[in-house]
């Protein structure tokens, strides 16, 4: 599975960014797609994972704040990330998973400045 991510960057608190990030070469389908993120210092941790079926599931420092979708047609998940705060400053990463395997992408960084 190869995976291509786009988005990030810099943004400043209480700002907005848009993460993107593509699947393909998978015979099957990507039965969950998701998003992590691993501050400096910090373990990787869940941001948020939709189902192909759109169920939602997000880490509670980001409800209300983000929100993930997916278009199933181009194996494609977003994450819109809305007043952004210092902390969510992160390596963000794609992730994807299939009935035979679990497939991360090579990671964006998202830096919030206050």
């Known amino acids: 599975v190869q995976l291509q991510a786009s988005g990030g960057g810099l943004g400043q608190a209480g700002g907005s960014l848009r993460l993107s990030c593509a699947a393909s070469g998978s015979r099957f389908s990507y039965s969950v797609m998701g998003w992590y993120r691993q501050a400096p210092g910090k373990q990787r941790e869940l941001v948020a994972t939709?189902?192909?079926?759109?169920?939602?599931n997000y880490a509670d420092s980001v409800k209300g704040r983000f929100t993930i979708r997916r278009d199933n047609a181009k194996n494609t998940v977003y994450l819109q990330m809305n007043s952004l705060k210092p902390e969510d400053t992160a390596v963000y990463y794609c992730?994807?998973?299939?009935?035979?395997?679990?497939?991360w992408g090579q990671g964006t960084l998202v830096t919030v400045s206050s």
């Open positions: 992730n994807v998973r299939t009935i035979l395997a679990e497939s």
């Open positions: 939709i189902t192909s079926g759109g169920v939602t």
